[in-house]
């Protein structure tokens, strides 16, 4: 009798996780057609342009880990939808993480990772999931992160801080994080190439980052990202190569730069750092919304400050990908879109955005140019009973339902035919990012 109620007791609770799961409102017109696309489009294969996929305790998931700060309603702990994807993937029996709850949770994938040993454990995540291959920003790859399904996103702000930081590590909180971090990535970087300092002239310096650049390709980097607008604005001017040099001769071996002559240097270098990634064929991928942490700067990263970059014909052969869709100027971010070698990638925005808002900003840009929008998540480890597993699941269920939603209503206000959708779908969620790493 007690084995019955406790069964019927979980049935209840893991009803109401599934009832907590948001879903889009679909138009009228449009919801025969939903439900025709929907289970179509949960068979297509995942090509994931962006997580950060680790164990919680792992400290190179990120460069820039999110440091403390506001959160939004749907990533916050007590947000029911997380048990939910925690019962698709685990058989998670209960409607939140607390307390002996989360232990549950940690325990039972715990016992996983003893019983898909090594690489095997992230590989069946990826399978419970639909994802075929998912891009991996970290600061270094993981052994038990296998490099056919886990492709490396390095990371490449810290070659634009060679300097003394102290003056930035003490602008805010934020930053007194962020900049110890740079330095210490920027001396593996030269530590891996054998030097013990930054080199002695600016043109050592331009050479240590290209040989950097193309060791780390080597070692399996498939792209390039900039945090860049964690620390500065995305702004970028184009500084002489002997402004640049006479910055670097003053202050390589000691003192802190003012404020301009480190954005003076930092401009140059980030051009230097494209125009050598457009000549490896390593996409450059530039973080374009908004951002954690009290003090990120929301003006500044607004995609429209990259457009004199975009559009500058030297950078033609570099592909650049707006991580995040520039997010909450999505809308400016797919007219950058026009230029061949610019492309959005979706993930957070499905995070932050519930289903139904993000139907909309999807729907927009498939309206505008499709076969420039990749799908990705930005799943990322937060504790040891959320990790970057649901979170995963989150994103990929919250894209599919977007997704067959705003393309049901774009087949009932008769924009695209129901032949077209599917192709569409399959472009977004695998295709178009597939494409662009061979």
């Not at 140059?268 to 064929?281: K, M, N, P, W």
Request: proline content about 6%; some cysteine.
């Amino acid at each position: 009798m007690r084995n019955r109620v406790v069964a019927a007791l979980l049935t209840l609770c893991s009803a109401a996780v599934l009832e907590s799961q948001s879903r889009p409102l679909v138009a009228p017109a449009a919801a025969a057609i939903y439900a025709r696309l929907l289970p179509q489009i949960e068979t297509i294969k995942l090509f994931d342009h962006h997580a950060h996929p680790a164990l919680p305790d792992d400290a190179d998931v990120d460069i820039a880990p999110p440091p403390p700060g506001g959160t939004p309603l749907r990533m916050r702990d007590d947000n029911p939808e997380t048990s939910a994807a925690a019962r698709a993937l685990f058989g998670f029996p209960f409607a939140d993480m607390k307390g002996a709850h989360g232990q549950w949770l940690v325990d039972k994938k715990s016992a996983l990772k003893k019983q898909y040993a090594g690489a095997k454990y992230f590989d069946e995540m990826l399978d419970r999931l639909g994802i075929e291959t998912s891009m991996a920003n970290r600061v270094a790859m993981a052994p038990y992160l296998d490099p056919a399904r886990f492709k490396w996103v390095f990371f490449v702000d810290c070659y634009m801080f060679p300097f003394d930081n102290s003056a930035l590590a003490a602008k805010n909180t934020d930053e007194a994080v962020y900049m110890p971090l740079q330095t210490k990535l920027r001396r593996q970087y030269e530590q891996a190439l054998g030097l013990d300092a930054p080199p002695a002239t600016f043109d050592g310096y331009l050479s240590f980052v290209s040989r950097s650049l193309a060791a780390n390709q080597a070692r399996g980097g498939a792209a390039v990202k900039f945090e860049a607008a964690y620390f500065r604005s995305l702004s970028f001017d184009d500084p002489s190569r002997e402004a640049a040099a006479a910055i670097y001769d003053e202050y390589r071996r000691g003192g802190v730069p003012s404020a301009d002559e480190y954005k003076t240097f930092q401009d140059f270098i980030f051009r230097h750092i494209v125009s050598e990634a457009g000549r490896l064929r390593l996409p450059v991928h530039i973080h374009t919304s908004v951002g954690g942490g009290d003090y990120f700067n929301l003006r500044g990263v607004n995609v429209l400050n990259l457009e004199n970059v975009l559009r500058d014909p030297r950078y033609a052969t570099t592909t650049f990908v707006l991580i995040h869709g520039g997010y909450p100027f999505d809308r400016e971010a797919i007219l950058l879109a026009f230029m061949k070698n610019v492309y959005l990638d979706s993930s957070a925005t499905e995070l932050i955005l519930y289903p139904t808002e993000f139907k909309n900003v999807l729907k927009h840009w498939l309206e505008t140019f499709p076969a420039k929008v990749t799908f990705g998540t930005d799943a990322y480890p937060y504790n040891a009973a959320l990790g970057v597993e649901e979170v995963y699941w989150m994103g990929v269920h919250t894209s599919r339902t977007a997704l067959a939603a705003a393309l049901a209503e774009m087949i009932a206000a008769r924009e695209i035919t129901e032949q077209q959708a599917l192709p569409m779908a399959r472009a977004y969620l695998h295709d178009t990012a597939a494409a662009l790493y061979k």
